[in-house]
């Protein structure tokens, strides 16, 4: 399996078409179910597991109910038409002091899916206009359109899900071996 890269050093060509924002709406659209699909049946042990100081699976799916404030915060930044967008929190302490593992992960996934369907609403009564307007991205120092801040949203969460699965694969190989 290829090696993953941190997020925080990924870098992003925002380059793609307008034509490519409603397949990228679907994308994230499709977050929660997949996310929901990929945790069924995982035991409460597993969920909450961690490895080495990495977080847990439920801590990375907590993570995504996390960041849904900041995506929809900066699409209020985009539809004011301010120059530039909200700040993350570059250490996640939101997600860091939620205590994700303690909370029933149906509420976390009802949560994320409510989230989620809020700001795919708002991205539903973009015109192309909207679609295209821009404001700098603080951390990476570069123009984003709301296209390409829904490209960067469908990044993170396949960014997550692909650490949920390496995590759960390798809980998995270490409890056959045991």
């Known amino acids: 399996m290829t ?5 925080f050093s990924r870098r992003f060509a925002f380059d793609l078409e307008p034509w490519a924002f409603p397949n990228l709406v679907e994308r994230v659209r499709g977050t929660p ?3 929901e699909e990929r945790l069924q049946d995982v035991e409460t042990s597993m969920l909450i597991a961690r490895v080495g100081e990495r977080w847990s699976i439920q801590e990375n799916a907590g993570h995504l ?3 849904e404030t900041l995506w929809a915060e900066r699409l209020g930044d985009f539809e004011r038409g301010a ?3 909200a700040v993350a929190d570059l250490d996640n302490r939101r997600t860091h002091d939620a ?3 303690a909370a029933p992960l149906g509420n976390l996934l009802r949560a994320f899916r409510s989230a989620r369907t809020a700001f795919v609403d708002r991205l539903d009564g973009y015109d192309e206009a909207m679609v295209v307007r821009s404001a700098l991205h603080p951390r990476l120092q570069q ?6 801040h829904v490209l960067f949203v469908a990044e993170h969460d396949d960014h997550h899900l692909a650490a949920i699965t390496a ?3 390798e809980l998995r190989e270490a ?3 045991a």
């Open 83 to 85: 120059e530039r967008l």
């Open 33 to 35: 179910a997949r996310l």
């Open 65 to 67: 109910l996390d960041l």
């Open 3 to 7: 090696k993953r890269t941190r997020w």
């Open 143 to 148: 123009p984003m359109r709301v296209l390409d």
């Open 175 to 177: 409890s056959a071996r």
């Open 167 to 169: 995590l759960l694969r």
């Open 99 to 101: 205590n994700h593992n």
